[in-house]
């Protein structure tokens, strides 16, 4: 296990480079034995870190991100011109306050903002994985987060926070590693992918490995699934909203056009136009394959998997645990976040449930830091700060 | 206008061939002018009828097909073994009786199962339209059934019905033609798309468009966008259920598969394997083309259009209406129904809302025949049957 600044190998070009990024490298002298019985390493996971841990390292809060998401969830001061995806969130004064707490965020296993993923170069053929990448579990980016918090030096998270994927890896430390976490903060997750969830991952797929430019993963060095990766986001832009904000946002406004125009394929509809850019936009800065990964991770996702049963598996959870649901949630709608609660209260273990109410569809957790704050503030006082012993770090 | 037994000329070769499909043929003498402005003809429009007109022709009724349906709404008693897609609607005894109406249903224009789509061969070039079709509306489609009725002699109808896109056509009919319907019935459709509806339907023809064999549109002859068309339906799937449905129906299941082979990107929960079936099927039996047509008249679906405003479009209705919402409808939810029914009901227009309690989604309409017939069949009593003087048709 090492820790360094060094950029690692990847045949994924587009790569944030951050000067705030850093490496940690595990699975270099004894390879991890993922969820698929695979042995696989080295494996290097980037990660950024926010504020100080405290002497007793008690402060510690792991943030998770979301199937698109890095470890940039924050900005690091005025030096670092780029906000990161919860930014209002992350900082001195905010909910995860990087002046009481120790904040770690780290890219997924599989990921493309820097952590070892299909697009890494194979250390055995000095080439690309491609989808010779082993297929990996939510729970395999948590055993390798682990590692990392491990050589952080933390013994026990604070917190582990997270909104979609980063919800299901939020449920997965505190199923998986109950010694391990204090408290557990998971936004906009089920327990367990349904169908429905599994079928839109599908489709959006099914256009990546049916664009002719996806060479059965081998693309590396040519512009690769550029439609097929564009069209998979524009889906998955839908999924993340809802009716009812689309409609708001958009209307059936058509873009520059007169009404004569709308008879021309070529016309777009504002929703068309937004889509379209929403899916470039994606294609300049994710990596293809890295997409078939985590929506695969994310079908197989399931708590109770390796269980006896699905409340066997919930019954493992200790710390007091926050499940917050998204009101107009089509990807994951609430009543998926509801199961957990209610399993959890069955078994008396100590869960709060929160619904943000809000139009947005499942972005919420990305949008509504308002509707959020009161929420999570009250939790991160009661169940976090409360038993801190180090409140003396920058205050 | 002429009505012949003759095929039509089409490039589209998948087109199902019934001993009871007729054509009609219009725009051949003088073209029909479409809402684009373009002047368009000949068009040939595949219809199949069922039942006997009455001497008085009151007792016609029109039911609309929705965007994979065709002319064929249910079989035509015990020689033809093919079902329609409505056929458990419509028959001797059924909600849509044979034995009192004379029931029309035909293939829509731009559609692919007999009537002029852009398949279709075009007199002047002697090939395809392919993409050179003109871009079509619902109330094109109705303007041309609006022909095939006055040809069948028909100079009001007792009804018009249908859902989803069918449902669009039904509303059309209310307003465009109000001193042709004795009365109306639309299921599952909005009175105007909305942003999501557009938005997933772009990213179908996306789907379609960017997969390199389908030539711009000029793919006949050749395999086509088996691919596009495949994911497209694949996605419209999805929309057509809801996440209850699709979990009640699939869950977390696997196919032929051990825990093990999940690790395994062939391995298919049967939510996938569904899907592809599905998928599969469609390339089978629809033309690609027409699906970016019929998809792009649905977007452009506004009952609006063209008048000063939406509420002076729906104050043209005059005759007694029922609407229908499908509880779990993600595609069109209820909402979109209630904003039509809550502007007719404050025009003080006959205006009858039922919604269907099911999980099943925007499919709730072909498939949940025992809640909607008693709706169905006290809505056709009072405002059809009643008012129809001849009720002595094979009775």
Known sequence: MQSTQAKPMSAFT????????????????????????????????????YGQLSPTRDNAILIAHALTGDAHCAGHGPDDPEPGWWEPLVGPGRVFDTDRYFIVCSNVLAGCQGSTGPASIDPITNKPYGMRFPVITIRDMVRVQRLLVKHLGIEQLAC????????????????????????????AAPGRSGAQAIAYNEVMRQAIMTDPAWLQGDYYGTPGPVNGLSTARMLGMITYQSAESMMLKFGRDVMNATSRDLFHFHTQFQVES??????????????????????????????????????QALARIDAPILVIGVSSDILYPTQ???????????????????????????????????????????????????????KCLGK
Not at 165 to 174: E, I, K, L, S
Not at 283 to 302: E, I, M, P
């Open 160 to 187: 582990v926070a997270g909104g979609s994927m980063g919800g299901m890896q939020a449920y997965t430390w505190a199923v998986e590693y109950p010694e391990m976490v204090r408290s557990t903060i998971s936004i």
């Open 274 to 311: 937004y889509l379209h850019y929403q899916g470039k936009k994606l294609v300049d800065r994710f990596d293809a394959n890295t997409y078939l990964y985590l929506t695969r991770a994310c079908d197989l996702f399931d708590l109770g998997l390796g269980y006896p049963t699905y409340e």
């Open 336 to 390: 998926q976040q509801l199961e957990v609660v209610h399993i959890l209260e069955k078994l008396g273990k100590p869960v709060e449930y929160a619904e943000i109410d809000t139009p947005y569809g499942h972005d919420g957790f990305l949008i509504e830091f308002e509707k959020m704050t009161p929420t999570l503030n009250a939790f991160l006082e009661k169940n976090v700060w409360e038993h801190t012993e180090s």
């Open 14 to 49: 587009k790569i944030k480079r951050r000067p705030y990024s850093r490496y940690f490298t595990c699975g270099d002298d004894e390879p991890i034995r993922l969820d698929s019985g695979q042995l696989f390493g080295p494996i290097v996971i980037a990660y950024e870190t």
